[in-house]
């Protein structure tokens, strides 16, 4: 049986901040950030965004680009750190706001940067078997960076959302196979009812990123018995532009292949959008036959690899909606003083 | 706003929902279930408005009501939908002042919160096409 991607949406917000903003403001050296990060600027959500408004524009561009019928959808997973309400799931908000309700089954998922692949693998596991003819499988954020931590530079918003199916006719892109590596590490956490996350330091680069990719992107090409030249693209979790260049060069992968999915520099970490971001822009040119490997990571840890075929199918919907390249060009760059007001920084009461 | 009043009315916001007179040709937001040309000849059916239109007047709100203050200062305009019918919304994300006859389009925004613990109420805005 055949299983893929039949649509995908992405949405930016329209509003950036400059790396040199940020540093002017906690005196850093904004050029050595620039640098080590490989971050220029970052995404901002306006004033009335949030992980659901911007799930909803994603998932309103997948519904828009393969034009099918929403009533279709059988379930709405909405993967996010930053789901707006703690109790009161995000993919009912989608679900209603794409006409897919009410005949559906929705949940939220969460793990870090990786809940929205977690979504598109439980898609993939009902339409398999039936359950429902589609699948809404969302990955969207706001991330927060406390004040002056490092992770400001680099957090910021987005989303991608993957309509999931197994009719061949209508699959743009043939998810061949998908593999998780999963252990319990403490790089990266939030407690319950604080603003901010906490990251564990040392544990962020080797025990956290690089051993959850790498062991999960050779886990799936061992699996499936493919190499990295066996691929036209490859897709790393982006939570700065260091990572994904690193974990390339140690997995065997081209600048060449990462490079049309490395939409960090422009836009910072989309956290659960990360990943699904660089699959979405590799999609707007890959095409057809050309094979795209994958691999999500979520702190806490865990990751999720994909490999993908693309299909005929691609040319006819992909510019039925806007791609990531018209949604990163044209933004509104604004100071920190408008930032932490985007970002309720600044509290009234 | 009531967390009752709100849901009655959640489909028409988030999705531009109204009706369509099939006998004349009009086109109702907020909904109408009698055509007010037609009245008991009318036919209506539902109907959901592509959500492009014009700015027909605008304004800036800078003393914002309850649940809006975080928003201020904002543009609230009258849009005509292209299908005919006028309404009041907010029109965001622009790098240019709203000006009439501006091109927009609706995107899917929070309209306000009931303070910290309350309901967040979503719904339909505007974006300018370009620009
Ligand atoms: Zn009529």
Redesign the pocket.
Known sequence: MTIGIVSYGAYVPRYRIKIEEIARLWGDDAEALKRGLMVYEKSVPDVDEDAATIAVEAARSAVARCEIDPSRIGAVYTGSESHPYAVKPTSTIVGQAIGATPVMTAADFEFACKAGTAAIQACMGLVSSGMIDLGLAIGADVSQGAPGDALEYTAAAGGVACIIGKKESEIAAIIEDTYSFTTDTPDFWRREGMAYPEHGGRFTGDPGYFKHVTNGARGLMEKIGTKPEDYDYAVFHQPNGKFPSRVAKLLGFSKAQIEPGLVVPKIGNTYSGSCLMGIAATLDQAKPGDRIFATAFGSGAGSDSFSITVTDKIEEIRNRAPTVAELIKDPIYIDYARYAKHKGKIRLS | MSVPRFWRKLDSRYNLKGTH?V????YFYPPRNT?V??RRQ?QIEAYRFKGTGEIVTYTVIHTAAEGFEKQAPYTLAIIKLDEGPSLTAQVVGSSVNAYIGMRVRSVFRKLGEGGERGMIYYGTKFIPVDG
């Open positions: 007179c006998e004349c040709g009009e055509c040309n037609c009318g």
